[in-house]
Nanobody
């Protein structure tokens, strides 16, 4: 069974950095593109970044371009999201996701709060 487990969230001051991790099991990880999303209360889930199966291609939402970086380790079955220059409006639950045969699997999410 496919499982995704996010970690690394927490409280950070504006301008600070966090690195999120997502551990994936139950599928051939290196064959699948991976994505990071976030969802704030009362808002729709927002796609932030995605990375190709081999890690050579990445894409970012305009809202995070230049400040966030997605990467992956196909040996450890991990995908990361490095977040820099965090702003208060980035406070959300962050999820990693994978689309496998038309079905999107999500983890439970990790809370990020940006506040002084």
């Amino acid at each position: 069974q496919v499982q995704l487990v996010e970690s690394g969230g927490g409280l950070v001051q504006p301008g600070g950095s966090l690195r999120l991790s997502c551990a994936v099991s139950g599928l051939a990880f290196s064959r699948y593109p991976m994505s990071w999303y976030r969802q704030a209360p009362g808002k729709e889930r927002e796609l932030l970044a995605d990375i190709s199966s081999g890690g050579g291609s990445t894409n970012y939402a305009d809202s995070v371009k230049g400040r966030f970086a997605i990467s992956r380790d196909n040996v450890k079955n991990l995908v990361y999201l490095q977040m820099n220059s965090l702003k208060p409006e980035a406070s959300s639950v962050y999820y990693c996701g994978v689309n496998r045969m038309g079905y999107v699997y999500w983890g439970q999410g990790t809370q990020v709060t940006v506040s002084s």
